[in-house]
């Protein structure tokens, strides 16, 4: 069986920033507002769903958001966002950054080819990710401030 990282096991490999540097900028304002662990909850639990939030008077120990994040982390998603939708992303960039990680981390002890069988990839896919740099994707704005000095 191939080696697939779970989305939970993100902050062990990675500080929270680089984590929220990875998530689309849309929900990385969720995770700043409710913390990377319970941002990570929600997408292992609800991932490339849209998510209704309550609204603060209708948040309750029995919702299925307080289930995954927290009764006080529901409360603060209800503060901002409460009354709408949210985009749960499915982690790709995540989970795949922390494959890459581990591939470049055995490939000091293992042949490229153990590492293809033992992550199921290709050859050319373990040659691709050894050679190239890790750069994680940062979330930054393109946009020139118009009134900046």
Same mark, same amino acid.
Do not use: C, W
């Given at each position: 069986? @191939?080696?697939?990282?779970?989305?939970?096991? @993100?902050?062990?490999?990675?500080?929270?920033?680089?984590?929220?540097?990875?998530?689309?900028?849309?929900?990385?304002? =969720?995770?700043?507002?409710?913390? =990377?662990?319970?941002?990570?909850?929600? +997408?292992?639990?609800?991932?490339? &769903?849209? %998510?209704?939030?309550?609204? $603060?008077?209708? =948040? /309750?120990? *029995?919702?299925? +958001? !307080?289930? =995954?994040?927290?009764?006080?982390?529901?409360?603060?998603?209800?503060? *901002?966002?409460?009354?709408?939708?949210?985009?749960?992303?499915?982690?790709?960039?995540?989970? &795949?950054?922390?494959? /890459?990680?581990?591939?470049?981390?055995?490939?000091? $002890?293992?042949?490229?080819?153990?590492?293809?069988?033992?992550?199921? %990839? !290709?050859?050319?896919?373990?040659?691709?990710?050894?050679? !190239?740099?890790? $750069?994680?994707?940062?979330?930054?704005?393109?946009?020139?401030?118009?009134?900046?000095?």
């Amino acid at each position: 069986m @191939a080696y697939r990282p779970h989305i939970t096991d @993100a902050q062990q490999v990675f500080s929270d920033q680089e984590i929220i540097n990875l998530m689309p900028k849309s929900y990385a304002f =969720v995770a700043r507002l409710i913390g =990377v662990e319970a941002a990570l909850n929600l +997408i292992h639990a609800f991932g490339g &769903t849209r %998510l209704f939030v309550p609204a $603060k008077h209708a =948040v /309750n120990v *029995q919702h299925e +958001i !307080t289930h =995954v994040v927290g009764l006080k982390a529901l409360q603060m998603m209800a503060d *901002q966002l409460g009354k709408t939708y949210i985009e749960i992303p499915m982690g790709t960039p995540i989970t &795949t950054a922390m494959r /890459n990680k581990a591939v470049r981390e055995a490939s000091k $002890k293992e042949s490229n080819t153990k590492l293809a069988r033992k992550f199921g %990839l !290709t050859l050319r896919s373990i040659r691709t990710i050894l050679s !190239t740099e890790e $750069k994680l994707k940062k979330n930054e704005d393109r946009n020139y401030d118009l009134f900046a000095n």
